[in-house]
């Protein structure tokens, strides 16, 4: 497993913007899966966006449009791009690395959106 480190949350208006950082201490490049989820509290942790190997994305309905997922393999970084953000956007954000059914998690970074 690699080790995960986010950073970049915190508190924002609403209709303002984040960005994620999620860099690994070892290479992502032939993960089959990098992604982003959130938790908010009384729910369970779901999907925000994932980017596999070969560059494809996909996003959750509700942020589609608003978020953007990329990755730099040569810095074993990927990022989630935040825009729009809305209240029901505030949660605790993780981000995971699957390598083939290993999956590693960050320690999760708090994003809060107010009104």
């Known amino acids: 497993q690699v080790q995960l480190v986010e950073s970049g949350g915190g508190l924002v208006q609403t209709g303002g913007s984040l960005r994620l950082s999620c860099t690994a201490s070892?290479?992502?490049?032939?993960?089959?899966?990098v992604g982003w989820y959130r938790q908010a509290p009384g729910k369970q942790r779901e999907l925000v966006a994932v980017?596999?190997?070969?560059?494809?994305?996909n996003y959750a309905d509700s942020v589609t449009g608003r978020f953007t997922i990329s990755r730099d393999n040569a810095k074993n970084t990927f990022y989630l791009q935040m825009n729009s953000l809305k209240p029901e956007d505030t949660a605790v954000y993780y981000c995971?690395?699957?390598?083939?059914?290993?999956?590693?998690w960050g320690q999760g970074t708090q994003v809060t959106v107010s009104s």
């Open positions: 995971n690395v699957d390598r083939w059914g290993l999956n590693s």
């Open positions: 070892g290479s992502i490049f032939s993960s089959r899966t």
């Open positions: 980017i596999k190997r070969d560059g494809t994305t």
